[in-house]
């Protein structure tokens, strides 16, 4: 072993020979991801009692805490990879969590729905710097044999942290107030930043490496907002209104001048070249649609259980619980599956049982709670075990090297986008009234069941692979698969 490499390696951490992480920098790492998934999902159960706290905002204004999380994190995402790659991966991995914890700062002090929105835009920037650093950290320091094990383990704690979040936000909206449910994150941030330094070796730099382009960044996020703002006004502005149509004809013109600026520049926010191949392309509309469903979803049920169900917040967390338990168990033992049946199979059967689910779930009564969530959750909790911990390795299967952190960009993007639409379309359907009735509620769960026949119809497209040669990307993959 080179004197640079044992330079580059910090004390608690294992060797990428033979070797897996140990348990603290797996904790240091896992924690990082799962922090970030559960304030995507947290910000679900707080909008109730955010809505009470800025009386006047409407439905579609409040959703931006939701959908704007989302965006930034989208158009962040390939530009803070590539300054884990000028910068290293721990430093990157640190100062994300430094961003992420000022935003949740700005959150907690919030006086008006301006300054949160602000602040979590800012926690979308450190979100986008963290999550992927903190994977390829892990990944870093475990050879080729465990990097897919490892990645599964590290995708259960971000699906703890989406399972979670509403159940956490209902606890501390019901134990004080819902800023808490940001502010908790200062003290968990602060422990990672004075572990990851001692715990976490620094990943190789290459200050040569030319970051993306911002300009085409921001016409990203420019274009996914204009589409999410036109979908979630139409209840107030109506669906063919010249205030809609033009708004979507914007998106459309700064899509298409992205995409046209991406083709001439020389670091392109993301290699669209890649649009080429079916298995990148396939899959992620598997992941925008899949997105989609599942936060729109996830968004609208808890209103539901609320004002329908007329339960307390942490109640209607704890019904988020019965699909989130399923998922968690499904994530950490996916992996086998796709060796023996590959990503086409489990994705297809995934989005078909959400499909189902979300189809089903238009027979819930607004009366109380029924039992039949009991049988629909597990089924809703399988097809996202199913769908969540594959998108990944369906985008990136036989690609080269040279591909791989393009195509899981690409596929990052996608899901991001696809839960800012999704959110959106969802805030839409359930219109302008302060209680929505349970006829919007059925009506936004059938728009996410045709978002997830959307996805069944994209993932028998994936190209489907032979089981050794699953089991050789899973065994071979190297570790640019982190980027």
């Known amino acids: 072993m080179s004197a640079a490499t044992e330079a580059t390696r910090a004390p608690g951490s294992s060797s990428t020979r033979g070797a897996t992480p140990s348990p603290a920098v797996f904790a240091v790492t896992a924690v990082g991801g799962l922090l970030v998934s559960l304030d995507v999902s947290v910000a679900n159960t707080l909008m109730p009692a955010i809505g009470q706290d800025f009386a006047g905002e409407s439905r579609a204004a409040l959703a931006w805490v939701i959908t704007g999380y989302a965006i930034v994190f ?45 602040g979590r835009f800012i926690q979308g920037l450190g979100a986008a710097a963290a999550s992927p650093a903190s994977l390829g950290l892990l990944l870093a320091a475990c050879d080729a044999r465990h ?8 995708t259960g704690a971000a699906a703890v942290g989406v399972c979670l979040g509403p159940f956490v936000g209902g606890v501390f909206t019901a134990a004080g107030d819902w800023r808490w449910a940001f502010l908790v994150n200062l003290p968990i941030v602060a422990a990672l930043m004075v572990a990851a330094p001692r715990l976490l070796p620094e990943t190789p730099r290459h200050p040569g490496r030319r ?26 502005w109506g669906m063919t209104s010249l205030r809609t149509l033009g708004v979507l004809g914007l998106g459309v013109l700064l899509s298409l001048g992205f995409v046209r600026r991406s083709r001439r520049v020389a670091a392109p926010m993301l290699d669209l070249t890649l649009l080429r191949n079916r298995r990148v392309v396939a899959a992620a509309v598997v992941a925008a649609c899949y997105a989609a469903a599942f936060f729109g979803f996830l968004l609208t049920f808890m209103l539901f259980t609320v004002e329908h169900w007329q339960l307390s917040l942490v109640q209607a967390g704890e019904t988020v619980l019965v699909p989130g338990v399923v998922v968690v168990v499904l994530t950490t033992h996916v992996g086998r599956a796709v060796e023996w049946l590959g990503h086409r199979v489990l994705l297809t059967v995934g989005a ?35 769908c969540y ?45 302060p209680i929505p009735d349970l006829a919007h509620f059925h009506a936004a769960w059938l728009v996410g069941a045709i978002f997830c026949v959307a996805a069944v119809a994209a993932a028998v497209l994936i190209p489907h692979e032979s089981v050794d040669s699953v089991h050789r990307t899973a065994s071979t993959a190297p570790d640019e698969r982190a980027a």
Do not use: K
């Open 74 to 118: 989208a158009a962040a995402l390939v530009p803070a990879g590539r300054i884990a790659d000028r910068a290293g991966r721990r430093r990157t991995y640190v100062g994300g969590l430094g961003v992420f914890a000022f935003g949740s700062l700005v959150c907690g002090v919030a006086p008006n729905l301006e300054v949160l929105l602000a």
């Open 147 to 154: 990097r897919a094990t490892y990645a599964a383990r590290w």
């Open 211 to 236: 970051l993306p382009d911002p300009v085409g960044a921001g016409m990203f996020a420019a274009a996914a907002a204009a589409a999410s703002l036109a979908l979630s006004e139409t209840s107030t």
């Open 352 to 386: 078909a049982l959400m499909a189902a689910a979300l189809a089903s779930a238009t027979t819930l009564d607004g009366g109380g709670f029924e039992a039949r969530w009991l049988l629909i959750g597990p089924v809703l909790g399988m097809g996202i075990g199913l």
């Open 389 to 433: 911990p594959v998108l990944a390795g369906a985008a990136v299967h036989g690609l080269a090297a040279a591909d791989l952190a393009a195509a899981t960009a690409i596929n990052q993007c996608a899901r991001q986008i696809g839960a800012a639409i999704g959110v959106a379309a969802a805030v839409g359907v359930l219109g302008r009234a």
